[in-house]
């Protein structure tokens, strides 16, 4: 369960790291002239971050059962 915990630990920083580069980068294009785009992305990233918190707190509270 560990494992499978800390594999979707991984999954969930990956996701964020991938939609925050994907922000930079359009960003740094000034395509999104709305700030739409931006805002979805920013919304998806704080989403991620946040299931990435959760999952890291599960995997401290096992950690800290088995002891």
């Given amino acids: 369960m560990d494992v499978f915990l800390f ?3 991984l999954v969930a920083a990956g996701a964020t790291l991938f939609v925050l580069a994907k922000g930079v980068i359009g960003m740094a ?3 999104d002239l709305t700030g739409e785009r ?3 992305l920013m919304r998806k990233r704080i989403m991620y971050q ?3 918190i959760v999952f890291i707190i599960l995997f401290l509270m096992m950690a800290s059962g088995k002891s």
Avoid: E, M
Wanted: hydrophobic residues 50%; aromatic residues 0%.
């Fill in 7 to 9: 594999l979707l630990i």
């Fill in 29 to 31: 294009q000034q395509k």
């Fill in 38 to 40: 931006s805002q979805q």
């Fill in 50 to 52: 946040a299931i990435a």
